[in-house]
């Protein structure tokens, strides 16, 4: 080793004594500088990575390295002097590996010389360090291995000139062979072969922090297989040309074997899966614990099956080995219980004919272009997950992410496979499981208690406890022992009646037009969880059973949620807008619609009848308006059954026009409900300085005359929430990374009234904000050009709550008062002689049998989560907010997605899932000037860097000599 050190530092020397070295580092550090902020674009795609410096890494160290290597040996053998090499007391392949060394040591200088540019990227936004280590690692390795190719090149040639293009020409091979440009004219299968064999394929992988040994052993054994040549190369040169000995011959079968074997170990090891190290922050290549839970409950066969063409999309493409890889570790994880199948339709008829009339499963229409036409291409990219007879198709639109990668174009990508995968299991788990087996997964017995007295109950509901007796005795049957149930009468224990309004609120009930009290309170009980099951709505025992299925899949992981959804009614359409083909007029809540409706049973409900079907497992109110008492009562009594409760709500709207900005009061009608449970919403809007821009018109004037013009410029009623302003101790929010909240309202959570509930912040602004009463939303940036808003004094800044959550018991704001349902309205009591008599008549019929009554208190499952604003996740706003970040934001419909994640599932095995693969990646808003300063500041950092390294050379050299004169001095 000291030897290989001693020419190590010989040919540093040598280098750095020339400008070669300075010359080499300075063109490196140039053009990973223009390359990061000109040619990728840094600061358009908005993306908080190292992709722009890494994306040509492959391409631009071939250039590099071939001038680094290009000289090392052919210098040698112009000048004569290898022949004096090969004569001292140094081994052949001690030499070799000393100038290799001295090679790679100075890439590593000049990687080292990069470091600015993952310090400025994380400065601004939240870097995913994992990645950026194996991006180093990666640049490193491929280093080495073009260094070993330049090295053995170097040997074979007098000419500097054609080692270079020779070195150029050969790693170019490597990196072109898996390129998408030979890929793309391929199918999945040869382009996958070929895509292991290319350089830049294999330092993609690595760089993207999934650290697979065959990846790194592929590099390590093209060092491997060109060092070992290039000795063998020098060795040849000692040899005598006459003579040919059994020894030479030995070598070579040697050499020969030696560099088969490096090259076969690359064969051996393509299907070896599990040799890999996912070093990314949310473990994003790697099987979550929670998916490794729910592959545990399964008790019957499960087959992924994936059908993927051979000749698809080239975007597309890339994305299947990735997938292939994943059904791998289900397939490993399912421990014999999980069975993976990669098919090509088009190569096995009877499974495509299979696919398409038992699944539904087609092929999509793909346009492709090649460098003469352009062509269709019909291509399957689907995964089937089937467990006994029910089954989910997972297509190519709910698999990919196509993100618009600033001026680059389409990003395509897998979206987040471990959570649609496993949130499939789950749905084909439960689909296949009903209530006679549901009760297999109950961790613990349940008990049906039904509070219900016999004597002065209602005809209607007398029939409805006799079936319910039946209905139960054939649960119990089915159930186990898990299972058991009884009936108390409340009216005859006058104690039992105080227990159940003290612990549960449960008060007596009546009809309409009945006045003798009753009770009727169905409830299911859990250890020390009590579910109120509720009065059927058309008092059948079909609607009671599905109460019962309901209630007893809150108390099982996974089972899929039902979620009502209330969004302001659209008003009427204008026939003369709807003739020309005019859209619907109003907010637009369709996206929140439909991104629940890919993992949850959605159902939109109408308030206005006070009474929630009693399948819901949580209520989403968006937006509410001018809310009257029976609609406060349904959304209050659902929350003293236990449920969950989410309102999206504020004291104002913003409409967006093409005319600008509208704002309009919109008073919820909930906030003496909300005021009631300690939650207060004031008549404000905040502000901050770190916030989203937004389109605004501005003046521009040309020869006196003005133009408006649209600018993006900063705009402080869109909050930039991330970092300190999400909680990162609440899976709710931790692993979003950034939110946006428009036009948000201050939240106040009065201690006092939540003192017996656990209360839990989940939004706040940043230190700089402020509230402002004037509740203006048009900016002027001529009066304030920073931020066109009147900026607060710093003592009057600081952190304001714009999100929260409260959980624990709640007391019903209608405590104490007669039900809502119960009072009789005016056309009740209207004189039936009138024309309406009829009508009043059958009104006053179907009233009779209304049934209502106050639950006064809620379990401690109940939750309420307010979030003060209505138009954060407005489709509006989720545009504008695609459209400003050039990539489809999705952060505030991930926000709701996880609070119902959080308030449905006991074990919050998916919001595990989802919350570590939602790892925000944009840029904090920066204007022009602070773009501007951070690039100048990079390439300054650049320049001080090398003037650093020369003044380390100069030191080293400068004690270098000053210890030969000592050494001479000693001598002498």
């Not at 909240?741 to 106040?748: K, N, R, V």
Request: contains cysteine; hydrophobic residues 40%.
């Amino acid at each position: 080793m000291s030897k290989i050190w001693t020419v190590t530092k010989k040919e540093l020397w040598t280098y750095f004594s020339s400008p070669v070295a300075f010359i080499f580092l300075f063109a490196y550090l140039l053009a990973c500088l223009f390359t990061f902020f000109w040619v990728e674009k840094f600061f358009v795609r908005n993306i908080a990575d190292l992709r722009p410096l890494f994306e040509w890494m492959p391409v631009l160290l071939i250039f590099l390295i071939s001038t680094l290597t290009m000289k090392m040996w052919s210098e040698e053998r112009r000048m004569g002097t290898v022949e004096f090499l090969l004569t001292l007391p140094v081994k052949t392949h001690e030499l070799v590996i000393g100038k290799f060394l001295s090679c790679l040591f100075l890439v590593g200088i000049a990687l080292l010389l990069t470091i600015s540019l993952p310090l400025t990227v994380g400065s601004i936004g939240m870097v995913d360090w994992g990645p950026v280590f194996g991006a180093y690692l990666a640049s490193l390795l491929l280093a080495a291995a073009y260094i070993a190719i330049g090295l053995f090149i170097s040997s074979r040639s007098e000419n500097q000139i054609v080692s270079l293009i020779t070195t150029v020409v050969v790693c170019g091979v490597l990196y072109l062979i898996g390129s998408e440009a030979i890929v793309d004219l391929l199918g999945n299968k040869s382009g996958e072969i070929f895509r292991s064999l290319g350089t830049g394929a294999r330092f993609n992988a690595v760089s993207k922090g999934l650290m697979d040994f065959r990846d790194i052993y592929y590099y390590l054994s093209i060092v491997a297989v060109f060092i070992s040549l290039n000795v063998y190369s020098l060795e040849k040169m000692k040899w005598s040309k006459e003579s040919q000995d059994s020894d030479h011959r030995k070598v070579q079968l040697l050499m020969g074997l030696l560099v088969a074997n490096f090259l076969v170990a690359n064969v051996w090891l393509y299907r070896v899966h599990s040799a890999r190290v996912d070093i990314t922050r949310n473990k994003d290549y790697s099987i979550s614990d929670a998916s490794l839970r729910v592959l545990e409950g399964l008790q019957e066969p499960l087959l992924l099956r994936g059908y993927f063409s051979a000749k698809t999309h080239p975007l597309l493409a890339p994305l299947v080995p990735t997938v292939r890889d994943y059904l791998g570790e289900y397939e490993l994880a399912g421990k014999g219980k999980v069975r993976v199948e990669i098919i090509d339709p088009k190569e096995h008829e009877d499974l495509e004919a299979e696919a398409n009339q038992k699944y539904n499963i087609e092929p999509v229409p793909f346009q492709i272009n090649d460098r003469h036409s352009a062509s269709m291409v019909a291509s399957y990219f689907n995964i089937l997950v089937m467990y006994g007879d029910k089954y989910e198709v997972l297509g190519f639109d709910k698999l990919i992410e196509v993100k618009q990668d600033g001026y680059r174009g389409l990003d395509v990508g897998l979206r987040n496979l471990e959570y649609d995968l496993t949130r499939s299991i789950q749905k084909v788990m439960h689909g296949f499981n009903n209530t006679d087996n549901l009760f297999a997964s109950l961790k613990e017995p349940v008990r049906f208690v039904g509070y219900i007295s016999d004597a002065t109950l209602p005809a209607e509901l007398k029939k409805l406890r006799a079936d319910m007796e039946k209905n139960l005795q054939e649960v119990q049957a089915k159930s186990g022992g898990k299972f058991s149930y009884e009936f108390l009468d409340p009216a005859k224990d006058a104690a039992l009646a105080q227990q159940i309004r003290d612990n549960h609120g449960f008060r007596p009930q009546r009809t309409l037009f009945n006045p003798e009290e009753f009770y009727f309170y169905p409830t299911l009980v859990s250890g020390a969880k009590t579910l109120a099951l509720g009065i059927p709505e058309d008092l059948s025992v079909t609607q009671f059973q599905k109460n019962l299925d309901t209630s007893l899949q809150r108390l099982v992981p996974g089972f899929l949620k039902t979620i009502g959804i209330y969004t302001p009614p659209s008003p009427a359409m204008n026939p003369m807008m709807m003739q020309f083909g005019g859209g619907p007029q109003g907010k637009q809540y369709q996206a929140i619609e439909q991104v629940l409706g890919q993992n949850y049973n959605t159902e939109q409900v109408d308030l206005s009848s006070g009474i929630l079907p009693g399948d819901l497992d949580a209520l989403l109110v968006v937006a509410p308006k001018d809310l009257g008492e029976k609609e406060q009562f349904a959304i209050d009594q659902f929350l003293m059954m236990g449920g969950s409760v989410i309102l999206a709500t504020s004291p104002a709207t913003v409409d967006i026009s093409r005319n600008g900005l509208e704002l309009k009061e919109q008073k919820s009608g909930l906030e003496q409900w909300l005021g009631h449970h300690g939650v207060e919403i004031q008549g404000k809007f905040v502000l901050d300085k770190k916030n989203m821009p937004f389109p605004q018109a501005q003046k521009r004037y040309v020869q006196g005359v003005a133009i408006n013009q649209q600018v993006l410029a900063p705009y402080p009623l869109l909050v930039d929430i991330r970092n300190d302003g999400l909680n990162e101790s609440n899976a709710i929010t931790s692993g979003l990374g950034q939110v946006t909240m428009a036009w948000a309202s201050p939240l106040i959570m009065d201690q006092e009234k939540n003192k017996d509930r656990q209360v839990t912040t989940l939004l706040r602004s940043s230190q700089n904000s402020w509230k402002s009463a004037d509740m203006k939303v048009e900016a002027d940036h001529q009066q304030w050009p920073e931020l066109g808003f009147p900026e607060a004094a710093k003592e009057d800044k600081g952190p304001v709550v714009l999100a929260a959550m409260a959980e624990g018991k709640f007391s019903s704001y209608f405590a104490g008062k007669e039900s809502p349902l119960l009072k009789k309205d005016g056309a009740a009591d209207k004189d039936l002689l009138s024309d309406e008599k009829a009508k009043d008549q059958d009104k006053k019929e179907a009233d009779s049998t209304l049934i209502s009554g106050v639950i006064e208190k809620s379990p401690d499952s109940a939750r309420l989560i307010v979030f003060a604003s209505n138009e954060f996740i407005s489709d509006d706003i989720l545009k504008i907010s695609s459209m400003i970040q050039q990539t489809q934001y999705t952060q505030p419909l991930q926000l709701l997605e996880n609070a119902l994640d959080w308030s449905t599932q006991e074990d919050r095995l998916l919001l595990s899932i989802r919350s570590r693969s939602h790892f925000a990646r944009t840029l904090e808003p920066l204007s022009d000037m602070q773009k501007n300063f951070i690039e100048f500041m990079n390439y300054l950092a650049a320049i001080v860097g090398l003037l650093a390294t020369g003044a380390v050379w100069l030191m080293i050299r400068r004690l270098s000599r000053e210890k030969f004169k000592a050494m001479d001095l000693a001598s002498n």
